[in-house]
């Protein structure tokens, strides 16, 4: 043996595999691998002997065929299907609440009153208002129906003595005077009843009646501000205010939510968000907890937000036993396509070279490597879509297949390949 060979497999037998973890099991392996090659090649101390082939332990897996999904994933926000921060018309003091933070209320719910009772006084002498002028109406109408009747009575008779006076002034029987002095009064009658015609102190009462209604319906609608009614489904989220304190008109004295379902909003890139439709399939989760919602997509907002230059997203989920809660943080996963029937091999196994050239390696049915160059689509977690140069069925090298594709076809095609189970290696601490 001369002096470098022998040097070399003095610094194989030297390696200590003891000190060997999880993160270096791939180098270990092929290390292994190498030793047997070069031990069995003349470390053996009998002289030259025929090079053996090396023998390489790697993990293989599957091209299935199977449906692999385009995700989109992103931090969101979560709100409640609706909300409702209810803010008094009238600015009182709190008289009484009717629900607590936490109670669950109905659409038409009354939840608070505001003190009132000036408004109930105000009412009080409105209503006297009212009555008044709804007697003033009653009697003017009765007035202009006697002076339309009157007027018309007068008209008629200033008439008939004109007309009697022309004929008798004809026939030289009365004078022009008389004639003239008819022809005034019948001048007067008629404007008497133009005027009575008109009804103007009607006209009047009837305004009066009008603005006293108008008083009283203001004062009831004033009462119905003071009392607090829910317009949703919900459950009170929050009540700022107590009884006696001085409700604003400037805040909310109670928030109501409808948490039966959530909305997650997420502000996703431009190019990820153009692959989204309204209707999509998604997920909704909170990191660290167990279990997704499952909802839909329900907006892809048609602009873009002017300060990040993202679109929003909303995804829709029912909320079951309202675990979800307003506020939190959750990750949304949408589904953006789905493929049907894809050739699907594990990421790790997947080669890129530095031309942007992808490729695998593939164990033959007398477990030979080879080199095979593949063209990809869809990256989904541990998978990809293989589009060009795999079938279903096929092996292909998923540790070790970094090692394996750096030698040359002439080795490749000489090294056995022994298939090994994934190890099951504890967790070391870091300490060790």
Not at 105 to 119: I, K, P
Not at 159 to 176: E, M
Not at 314 to 334: A, D, F, T, Y
């Amino acid at each position: 043996m001369n002096g470098d060979k022998k040097a070399m497999c003095i610094s194989i037998l030297q390696m200590n595999p003891s000190h060997t973890s999880r993160s270096r099991w791939t180098s270990g392996l092929l290390g292994v691998a190498l030793a047997t090659a070069v031990l069995s090649s003349g470390c053996g101390g009998k002289g030259d002997v025929a090079e053996a082939s090396p023998t390489v332990t790697v993990q293989v897996g599957a091209a299935e065929n199977q449906t692999i999904e385009r995700k989109v994933t992103a931090e969101a926000t979560l709100y409640p299907l609706e909300q409702s921060a209810i803010v008094p018309k009238n600015s009182a003091p709190v008289k009484k609440f009717y629900v607590e933070k936490g109670s669950k209320v109905h659409a038409g719910q009354l939840l608070a009153e505001l003190e009132n009772s000036d408004l109930l006084a105000q009412k009080q002498e409105n209503e006297g208002a009212y009555t008044q002028a709804e007697a003033g109406y009653e009697q003017a109408v009765q007035k202009a129906k006697q002076d339309l009747t009157l007027s018309k009575e007068t008209l008629d008779a200033a008439q008939k003595l004109y007309n009697a006076r022309q004929d008798l002034y004809k026939q030289g029987a009365v004078s022009a005077k008389d004639v003239d002095d008819a022809n005034v009064a019948l001048i007067q009658a008629r404007n008497q009843y133009d005027l009575a015609a008109k009804q103007l102190d009607l006209k009047v009462a009837e305004g009066q009646l009008t603005a006293a209604k108008a008083k009283t319906a203001e004062v009831d609608v004033g009462i119905n501000y003071s009392k607090i009614v829910s317009p949703i489904d919900g459950v009170v989220t929050d009540r700022p205010v107590y009884p006696g304190e001085m409700a604003s008109n400037s805040g909310p004295i109670i928030t109501v939510m409808n948490l039966s379902q959530i909305v997650a909003r997420a502000h996703i890139d431009q190019q990820e968000a153009a692959q989204l439709k309204v209707g999509d399939a998604a997920t909704i989760s909170v990191p660290g907890q167990p279990g997704a919602l499952k909802g839909k997509v329900s907006l892809v907002s048609p602009a873009l937000d002017p300060s990040s230059t993202t679109v929003e997203v909303w995804v829709q989920s029912l909320n079951p036993g309202e675990r979800m809660k307003p506020g939190s943080n959750v990750q949304v996963q949408i589904v953006a396509q789905a493929v049907p029937h894809a050739i699907v091999i594990p990421a790790e196994a997947l080669l890129t070279g530095s031309d942007g050239s992808t490729s695998v390696i593939i164990l033959d049915t007398d477990n030979k490597p080879h080199k095979k160059k593949v063209k990809v689509g869809i990256r989904d977690a541990g998978d990809v879509q293989v589009t060009e140069g795999l079938q279903g069925g096929e092996r292909v090298v998923t540790v070790g297949a970094f090692a394996l594709s750096q030698e040359d076809d002439p080795i490749l095609a000489k090294t056995n390949i022994q298939v090994a189970a994934p190890p099951n290696i504890p967790e070391e601490d870091e300490d060790q």
